[in-house]
């Protein structure tokens, strides 16, 4: 997969094909990333690329001139949908993020200040993202997230021990709990379950726990999903647990 990303600060992106599960598929050539700085094409002595908001307020907005130069000589090189992420967009998730596999060129486009010339958006974007409902200091941090999502759900960009099948999210269930050695930290022990080797109870407890910290933190991802009748067993024997150990303080 192709990412183009428009931003002032093109060394803030660059890290993500330098570190982790993002910079091995870089290095494989399963995604590829190229930055357009549209600094590079302001043409003022001072290279301007922003300017204050018509009627008035604080902040500076981004200029459209250099933004729309940079986001055509990405588009003429590698075409593919324009992306600003912004809060105002849809709002990302696993199921979006799927959705977007089937492109294979994304022009990701990083506002800064308060920013960008509405114009730009009207003339080039073809889809608004959010990654949260909170305010980043610019877009980059939200490309980066999206092309961490991305890279993970492209095939073989995850050894077999980091199987995108057992993440959280790929059922639309919180993740389980997961321990390692020592068999005690600080006196706590870890689950008898887990030690004894019996590979159907151990994912039997494991789904019951993702269950129930999905009821417990998250239980409007559990409206958004039908649960099987055995789901149902899990979770209602986890909720008589949770309830009689509550009895005891
Ligand atoms: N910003 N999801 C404002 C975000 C954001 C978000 C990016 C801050 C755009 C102009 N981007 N700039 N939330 O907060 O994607």
């Known amino acids: 997969m192709q990412f183009d990303v428009v931003t002032l600060f093109p ?13 091995r598929a870089a290095e494989r050539g399963l995604i590829s990333l190229e930055l357009w700085n549209p600094r590079d094409y302001a043409v003022d002595v001072h290279r301007t690329v922003d300017g204050r908001p018509y009627g008035g307020g604080p902040g500076m907005v981004m200029t459209g001139e250099c933004l729309l130069q940079a986001i055509r000589a990405a588009r003429q090189k590698n075409p593919g949908k324009v992306v600003y992420l912004s809060p105002q967009g849809l709002p990302l998730s696993q199921s979006l993020a799927h959705d977007l596999l089937i492109e294979n060129s994304l022009i990701l486009l990083c506002g800064r200040y308060e920013g960008i010339d509405e114009r730009v958006i ?45 993440d959280s999210f790929f059922d639309g269930l919180l993740d389980c709990p997961h321990y390692t050695r020592p068999d005690i930290l600080e006196g706590y022990e870890v689950p008898m379950v887990l030690k004894s080797g019996n590979h159907a109870e151990i994912a039997r407890w494991r789904k019951k726990q993702a269950l129930g910290k999905t009821w417990r933190c998250r239980p409007e991802l559990l409206q958004a999903r039908q649960l099987t009748s055995s789901e149902r067993v899990l979770l209602d024997e986890y909720i008589n647990e949770f309830e009689s150990s509550k009895k005891l303080y």
Do not use: N
């Open 122 to 166: 009207k003339l080039e974007v073809d889809m608004e993202c959010s990654i949260g409902d909170y305010v980043l200091s610019g877009g980059e941090l939200g490309a980066m997230v999206l092309i961490d999502v991305l890279t993970r759900l492209l095939p073989g960009a995850l050894g077999h021990h980091e199987s995108a099948a057992q």
């Open 11 to 23: 060394e803030l992106v660059d890290a993500v094909v330098r570190c982790g599960i993002t910079g």
